[in-house]
């Protein structure tokens, strides 16, 4: 159905002012040490021509991944695309770091990995990611190991290993500014926890963990509870998933059952969002995967909001007024979707920065910068994919005081107002048309900037156009001008289209 939409900027409300390094990103502990992740889709499962073998149990999980050496994080294009975002946050973390052993001493040579631990990051590798930090302004979260490595259940969490993670970026320059202490922990069975660890174990290692951050280290931040749980969405029998391979785990906890009114309080609310699980899982967890015939659709664009709006009387309940932080997000749970590559994920992706700040402050982690098929950049030549500019130009026109614009979240008319990102007077807006057959009108009330996206070959294009050109990063990273369109009257936001209109 075609949407007629007037902007009236004098008329827009202000609702709140959100963190300008809103847009974060995750750059995963296996990257940084070297292991394990998804394996890649192939150009024809991207292009939606050849089909994902189905997986025929969850014991077969390891059989969808493949091992990837450590990103080079040195790497000048990958530093110059990353700079390109202004200051974001930057989270090490995944389950992988939940079983990590810190061998800054050296006491282990390469390759071998101490009982109770799964991988082992060495002191080059780390000092090498805070150097990546410290060139793209950014800051640093992460997590701590607990595994059987550091303790058992019955004995209580020990800072042993984490004090050196801690003492080592501070010594470096470049300090760990906040810390979830365990990445996932509902996911009691999937998390590398000690064995016959319970949520009652973790509420009592959260507790010392808090306490032993602030009194050594007062000024980070204390986030958590970092959990995947679609649980808070109150589901009705027609709803998809939204929270990610949690679903799938038959031992797994509710994100009430980590929380307590902890004697030394968190400063930040963390939960994971996904829009549900990838085609990799659809054969054991059907009622999670959304098809990509649905990629477009309200309800499936909702989910986001829907998470956020869940969390949040769980953030109130137990940290009334902070932040709440997405500390993962993406299209999949399970290394993406084929089409979290290419232009069709765009419209979640910035539907989802939209929504959110409509809800709350806080940031949103897209999972990952430069690994799997939900990756901002391809893993290993980091060339920029279709979110990585969208989120680029979010970062470049969208400020961070956000208004409310009368979003009718209806198909062809989301809807997002906030203030222009260079401080001049005036407003910034955003339109999805998620339409896929009608165009939707926006009746200017004066001169504009118009920034179009689309996709260069259809919505599972791997290449999206800014105004008609193709997006294209040069050899070293260099990122082409973002020039917007002078536009006055009207302007058509063409089916499956984003458009940014700045006045």
Not at 138 to 152: M, Q, T, V, W
Not at 221 to 241: F, H, N, Q, R, Y
């Given at each position: 159905?075609?949407?007629?939409?007037?902007?009236?900027?004098e008329?827009?409300?202000?609702?709140?002012?959100?963190?300008?390094?809103?847009?974060?990103?995750?750059?995963?502990?296996?990257?940084?040490?070297?292991?394990?992740?998804?394996?890649?889709?192939?150009?024809?499962?991207?292009?939606?021509?050849e089909?994902?073998?189905?997986?025929?149990?969850?014991?077969?999980?390891?059989?969808?991944?493949?091992w990837?050496?450590?990103?080079?994080?040195?790497?000048e294009?990958l530093?110059?695309?990353?700079?390109?975002?202004?200051?974001?946050?930057?989270?090490?973390?995944?389950?992988?770091?939940?079983?990590?052993?810190?061998?800054?001493?050296?006491?282990?040579?390469?390759g071998?990995?101490?009982?109770?631990?799964?991988?082992?990051?060495?002191?080059?590798?780390?000092?090498?990611?805070?150097?990546?930090v410290?060139?793209v302004?950014?800051?640093?979260l992460?997590?701590?190991?607990?595994?059987?490595?550091?303790?058992?259940?019955?004995?209580?969490?020990?800072?042993?290993?984490?004090?050196?993670?801690m003492?080592?970026?501070?010594?470096?320059g470049?300090?760990?500014?906040?810390?979830?202490?365990?990445?996932?922990?509902?996911?009691?069975?999937t998390?590398?926890?000690?064995?016959?660890?319970?949520?009652?174990?973790?509420?009592?290692?959260?507790e010392?963990?808090?306490?032993?951050?602030?009194?050594?280290?007062?000024?980070?931040?204390?986030?958590?509870?970092?959990?995947?749980?679609?649980?808070?969405?109150?589901?009705?029998?027609?709803?998809?998933?939204?929270?990610?391979?949690?679903?799938?785990?038959?031992?797994?906890?509710?994100?009430?059952d980590?929380?307590?009114?902890?004697?030394?309080?968190?400063?930040?609310?963390?939960?994971?969002?996904?829009?549900?699980?990838?085609?990799?899982?659809?054969?054991?967890?059907?009622?999670?995967?959304?098809?990509?015939?649905?990629?477009?659709?309200?309800a499936?664009?909702?989910?986001?909001?829907?998470?956020?709006?869940?969390?949040a009387?769980?953030?109130?309940?137990?940290?009334?007024?902070?932040?709440?932080?997405?500390?993962?997000?993406?299209?999949?749970?399970?290394?993406?979707?084929?089409?979290?590559?290419?232009?069709l994920d765009?419209?979640?992706?910035?539907?989802?920065?939209?929504?959110f700040?409509?809800?709350?402050?806080?940031?949103?982690?897209?999972?990952?910068?430069?690994?799997?098929?939900?990756?901002?950049?391809?893993?290993?030549?980091?060339?920029?994919?279709?979110?990585?500019?969208?989120v680029?130009l979010?970062?470049?026109?969208?400020?961070?005081?956000?208004?409310?614009?009368?979003n009718?979240?209806?198909?062809g008319?989301?809807?997002?107002?906030?203030?222009?990102?260079?401080?001049?007077?005036?407003?910034?807006?955003?339109?999805v048309?998620?339409?896929?057959?009608?165009?939707?009108?926006?009746?200017?009330?004066?001169?504009?900037m118009?920034?179009?996206?689309?996709?260069?070959?259809?919505?599972r294009?791997?290449?999206?156009?800014?105004?008609?050109?193709?997006?294209?990063?040069?050899?070293?990273?260099?990122?082409?001008?973002?020039?917007?369109?002078?536009?006055?009257?009207?302007?058509?936001?063409?089916?499956?289209?984003?458009?940014?209109?700045?006045?």
């Amino acid at each position: 159905m075609a949407q007629f939409i007037r902007l009236n900027p004098e008329q827009a409300k202000q609702l709140r002012t959100v963190d300008a390094r809103l847009m974060s990103y995750n750059v995963e502990m296996t990257e940084v040490t070297g292991g394990t992740f998804w394996m890649a889709y192939t150009p024809g499962q991207v292009a939606g021509t050849e089909q994902v073998p189905p997986l025929t149990s969850m014991a077969d999980l390891g059989k969808l991944q493949e091992w990837y050496d450590p990103i080079d994080t040195k790497n000048e294009k990958l530093i110059n695309l990353a700079k390109a975002f202004g200051p974001v946050w930057v989270r090490v973390s995944g389950t992988w770091a939940n079983k990590t052993y810190y061998n800054f001493d050296g006491k282990y040579a390469p390759g071998v990995v101490p009982e109770g631990f799964q991988n082992v990051l060495q002191k080059e590798q780390w000092l090498n990611l805070l150097d990546f930090v410290k060139a793209v302004g950014g800051k640093l979260l992460i997590s701590f190991a607990n595994c059987p490595g550091i303790h058992d259940a019955e004995t209580p969490w020990s800072p042993w290993q984490a004090k050196q993670i801690m003492d080592l970026s501070a010594e470096y320059g470049v300090p760990v500014n906040a810390v979830e202490f365990t990445n996932e922990p509902n996911l009691m069975s999937t998390s590398g926890f000690p064995k016959g660890y319970t949520a009652a174990h973790f509420r009592r290692d959260q507790e010392i963990a808090n306490a032993w951050v602030k009194e050594n280290y007062p000024d980070v931040l204390l986030v958590g509870p970092s959990s995947t749980d679609s649980t808070i969405l109150a589901m009705g029998p027609e709803d998809k998933g939204g929270a990610g391979i949690g679903d799938a785990m038959p031992d797994s906890v509710t994100t009430e059952d980590l929380m307590l009114e902890y004697k030394v309080p968190m400063d930040v609310f963390s939960y994971h969002y996904y829009n549900g699980i990838s085609e990799r899982l659809e054969s054991v967890m059907p009622t999670g995967h959304w098809q990509a015939s649905q990629a477009h659709t309200d309800a499936y664009l909702a989910m986001a909001g829907r998470c956020a709006r869940g969390y949040a009387p769980i953030r109130d309940k137990y940290i009334p007024g902070a932040q709440m932080w997405v500390t993962e997000s993406g299209d999949a749970g399970g290394g993406g979707n084929t089409w979290g590559s290419t232009y069709l994920d765009v419209l979640r992706t910035l539907n989802e920065l939209g929504d959110f700040s409509s809800v709350t402050d806080g940031i949103i982690f897209h999972n990952t910068l430069a690994s799997s098929d939900y990756g901002f950049l391809q893993h290993g030549s980091f060339d920029p994919r279709p979110n990585y500019w969208a989120v680029l130009l979010w970062n470049t026109l969208m400020g961070t005081t956000v208004y409310d614009c009368g979003n009718p979240g209806v198909e062809g008319a989301h809807v997002y107002c906030h203030s222009r990102r260079d401080g001049k007077d005036g407003k910034a807006y955003l339109i999805v048309n998620n339409s896929l057959t009608d165009c939707t009108t926006v009746e200017l009330p004066g001169e504009a900037m118009v920034y179009a996206l689309a996709g260069r070959d259809g919505m599972r294009s791997s290449v999206m156009t800014l105004n008609g050109q193709d997006l294209v990063a040069g050899e070293k990273g260099e990122v082409p001008s973002l020039t917007g369109v002078a536009a006055s009257g009207k302007v058509e936001v063409a089916p499956g289209s984003c458009t940014f209109i700045v006045l």
